[in-house]
Each structure stands twice: as structure tokens, then as C-alpha cells.
């Protein structure tokens, strides 16, 4: 069984995130990058199906750049030592939107053949939720978003999926090959430890320029721009209050709460 | 934030990650896991473990023994991560290094038989060498391994030697040849002493407890040998070669050392910021606007990026497998820099945290003891300038 995991290059979740002050973009000094949480979770599980199906393989996919300050062989590497057999990184600089994004996926899909491809449900960084939705409908095959727990049939040939959705949970089956996106509660994704590291020197980490796709007939074009980013408000001063009353006072005639 | 160092590699980035993650449980119990640490005097043994699945015991090891060899750079990477998140245990250097000892010096089958377990958590190490009358000058140790058929016999004591409660096994430096078979072969003084790895509940050793401060999570002991045998294949390396053995172990706890104290000043230049940067006393600006609290930690902050270059560049030539003078310049540079900064580091945070920096619970003050030890032990910075007036600049030795 062959399955595609994919990883986005993305600040940690931790770094406190500053805007560009002409808003088009963050500024990326000294921010610490991370794979994606919920692509770590994808790739967390491809392991676990790995371990479960004799015979399988992990490839991790990734588009982006190869050399500082937007090196994402960094995560791949990170990806490999947590134990995927492979990595395959699609060379670009320019920022893609999932439309593009997916489109790629989709190219790799036809050259790589998985029976699976896990994503995160959505990256951190742009909160798109849609590379995984476009991908299925590009491919033309069954997807089943915001996974809470991955089965696969006996013979492998289908999976089950519980979705946590809106007031409860909802069980899809169907045929592989498909896509599956993981949700937060999917797993604990392991880290890598030495010895992984050390095992990720000698696995093959593929670099294709996207010019490789282009000629292919992949369409790097968009249909959206950005326009500018701009942070939240800065958070009001809290207050402290003297009593449960005035608590309540203050809730109904300031906070209109209540 | 874990900033930036010259020359650091993906890999080893991928080791602070790597330490970091395993540190999250730790850190979501952190007062539970302090409080285990004050009252029982030990780190808690998940914690060991932890160090062992993530693979960090066994840097030092083959991966034929379940290690993975990847050295000192990889191990001072976790060390400097792991202080900076404000853990560490005692016991944890102490292994390392002894792992290195047997790996480069041991025997095919002392190897076989220690490494294995060293790398998998099973054996924790603990390191004897220092003794009362001899103190820096190891060679006039006086602690005796005399050998007797199969096994040498030990005669003699060892003094502030830490965790020989908790440790299953002691790496002990012990005289094989009397200063009278030195003087009377006119052999040379460093030719008199050898190294054994001996099981720490060997009939014939008792422990006397010190009351000492500074190390969290380990106890010193006086280790007393009163006819104690350990068998003759414990021994690392070739007998009387003992100081060679030792001299190759030493550099890289420095090293260690060094990381340590890069972390720990990491650590608390964040409680300081963290503490500068909420804390008013004067209208609505906080103290950290002030010069006088944060120039301080500026000048810290700038120290910390020298300390963390030497010291890996310290742990690449260790490495590289550079002379190992030219490795031990380094590894002396490195801990006397990391060392003192560290110390400083602990003096400017107390300062800045004002009365709530002598508080157990904001845990400032405990570094006061923890980073001051470094400048005594394991080697003091009188003798590192020594080594360095000597070695370096070519001056008459001092002493
Ligand atoms: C908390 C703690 C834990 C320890 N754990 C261990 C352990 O696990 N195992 C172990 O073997 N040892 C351990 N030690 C011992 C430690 O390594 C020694 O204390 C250290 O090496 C110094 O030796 P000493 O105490 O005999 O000092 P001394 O050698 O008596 O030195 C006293 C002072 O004189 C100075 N001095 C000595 N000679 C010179 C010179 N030639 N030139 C200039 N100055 C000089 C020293 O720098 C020092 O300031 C521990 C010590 C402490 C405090």
C-alpha cells in the first residue's frame, strides 16, 4: 500500500506572529518554522497504517522552497526521521493558493500511484480548509474530511472514516485510492527521535523544479490575490471587579452580555 | 524562542525539536515535577525514559548497540534545549559521558556488554575520580586497584562523588601503580592510573552521605572501597593508560557542560524578558523600558551567541576528530564562557525579578547555586586559564 502524506512549511504555532507594516505579508525574521500540526498528524497516521499493512510505503509531498530563508527540506527531513520512506518536494518560491496547490498534488498523484493521500485538514498559516476538498474533485476520487479515526478494510481496498462533525460523528466508507484529511483528535503525532534522524540521512529526498509540472500541463495561474493582511485589534486591558454583583452589574450594562 | 546560531544545521535543529517534544509532558507538570524533584531528591524515573525513547542516551553509542554515534554536537544541541526549557538530570551528563569513555576506550566486549543498556535506559552511570587529598591533581590519587587473579581489588576513598545512590554503575579512576613503582621505574606520573567500570553494590564499597547544595536531583556521597573486586574485565582500556582514557572523556563534558550553561542562561534570559516586560512600579511603563534592567540582559543576550558559537564549534572539532589539544582548547574556551555567563545570567535575573527572585516558587534563585557550581566543578576557571596560559599562549606552567 503506497501512501502520500503531505506537509506545509509553517511558523510555529508558538512564534507570535507580526504583519508586515505595508500588510503584505509577516514578517519572517527570527520565526521559528514548523510542519504543519495537522499535516503532522496526516503523516503520524500514514505511519500507523504502515505499521498495521506489511509492505507499505510512505512518500511525503511538499511544495516550496529548497533554500533558505524558505528551505521546507527542513520539515521533509523532519517528516522522514519521524519514519517515511521518502520525500518529494515540488521546487517553487512563489506562494501557491490551494487551487494550485491541489492541481500539483494531482500531478504527483498520476506519476506516484498511492492507494491513499493523507492531509491536514487545513494549514495553520492561511486556514484555507480546501487543498483536500479540490484535490478529490480534481482526481475524481472519495474523500472524507476531518478524520477523527482512519479504518481500512481487511483486503485494504476500502477505509472507513469517522468525521467529527457539527453535534456528533458520522462514519463514511469508501473505495481506495481516496483522500483523507486529519482532524486534530485523529492521533499524538511521535516526534523524531536520534535514531530516526539518523536513519533520515540515507532516505531520498526528491527535489522537481515546477517548471518539470508545467510542461506536464500543470496551470500555476490563480484566480485570487492578496490584498493585505492586517492584524487583530490589540486586546482591551481586562478589569478587575470587587464582587459577584458588580460582576453582573457590569455584564449587563457595560458588557451587554446579559 | 531558540534564536539562531552560526552554523547550525537542519539536523540539529531538528534535535531541539526533537528535545523540545519530548520535554511537552514534563512541561505541562512542571510544578508537580519540581516538587517530585525537592522532596525526593531525584528526578522522576519517566523522565529517564523519556531521555532513552527519544534516543538521547545513546549518542555516544555504535548504532551495533542500539545507539546512534551521531556525537557530541547532536548531544550538546539536546543539552542546550533541554536547560533552556529549564529540565535536565544530573545523571544524564554523567551517562554520556561515560558511554563515551567505553565506546572509545572499552573493550570489544565491555562495549557489547554496557553499551546496549546505556542506550536503551536500562543502566545509569555515575563518575568517581575526585578524592580529598588530591582534589584538581588527580595524580595524586591514592585510591588503589591492585589486581589479583581475575579481579582487582579497590582500597581507598572517593569524595563528592554525585548519584552513587541512584547509579548502577560507577566509572572509577583508581591508582594501578604506587608513586614509589612510578619514581623507582622512573616511569612517567601520568602511567599510574586505570579505569573500571564497577557495579555501585559490590560488597566492599560503602557510601557516607554529604550535606552539599548546587545539584538538583542528585545527592554527593564520600564512596568508601574497602577490598572491593571488580572483575578484570571491567577495565577500560589498557591498564595504567587510565589518564588517556579520561583526558579523551573530559573535553567533551565540558563541552556538555558549556551547552548546559548556554541553555540555562537561554532559560533565564526568558524569565527575565517575561518578568521585565508585565512588572509596573513607576506610572504605566514596565521595568524592562528602563536602561538599567534592559541593557543587562542585552549584554547577555549578545554573550549568549559568542558561548553557544564556541561551544559548538568546541563539540564539531570533538567531531571532526581534530587533535585532541587543538579539541580541548575549544572545550576549555567554551565552559569558561557558557560557565561565567550563566552565572551572570542567574545574578541579572535575581536582580531583575527584585524580592520575587529569592521565591522558591519562581524559581529563579535555585540557579544561583546550580550556575555558580560550574565555576568550581567539574574543572575550575583557574585551571582552564591555566591550561590556557600554558597550552595556547606557550607560557611557563604556572604551578
Ligand atoms: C556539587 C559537586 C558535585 C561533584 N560531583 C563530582 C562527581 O560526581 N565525581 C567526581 O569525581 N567529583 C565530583 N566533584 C568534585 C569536583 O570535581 C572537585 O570539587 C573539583 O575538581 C575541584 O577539586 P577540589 O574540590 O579538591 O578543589 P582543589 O583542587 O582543592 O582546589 C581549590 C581551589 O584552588 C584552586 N587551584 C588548585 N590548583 C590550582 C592551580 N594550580 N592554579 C590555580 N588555582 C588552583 C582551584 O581552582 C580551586 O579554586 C563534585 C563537586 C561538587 C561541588
Redesign the interface.
Known sequence: MKILATVKRVPDPE?SIKVKPDGSGIVTD?V?W?INPFDEIAIEEALRIKEKVAGSEVVLVSIGGNAAPN?V??QL??GL?MGADGAILVVTDAALEPLVVARALAKLVETEKPDLVVMGKQAIDDDSNAAGQMLAELLGWPQATFASKVELSGDQKSATVIREVDGGLETLRFPLPGIVTADLRLNEPR????????KA?KKELKEIPIGDLEKAGLDVSGRTQLVKMEPPPKRQAGKLVESVDQLVELLHTEAKVI | MQALTFGITDEQRTIQETTTRMLRPFEARRQEFERALREHGRVPEEFWTALAEAGLLGAFVPEEFGGTAMGLSALATAADAMASRGFGHPLFLLTGMDALCIARSGSASLQRRFLPRIASGALKLCFAITEANAGTNSFRMTTRAVRRGDSYVLDGEKTFITGMDQADYVLLVARSRSREEIERGGLPKTSCLSVFVVDCHTPGISLTPLPMRAIDGAAQWTVHFDGAEVPAENLVGEEHAGALAMFNTLNPERVLIAAGACGQTERLLEMSIAYASQRVVFGSRPIGAYQAVQHPLADLRIRLEAARAVTMKAAAAFDAGVDPSEAGTYANMAKYLATDLAIDAADRAIQTHGGSGFSEDVGVIGYWERTRLMRTAPISKEMILNFVGEHVLGLPRSY
Do not use: C, F, Q, W
Not at chain 1, 516526534?191 to 539518523?198: H, N, T, W
Open positions: 512564534t527570527n521559528k514548523v528551505d527540506k527542513e527531513r523532519t526521521a516526534y523524531a527521535s536520534l535514531p530516526g534522524i539518523m540521512r
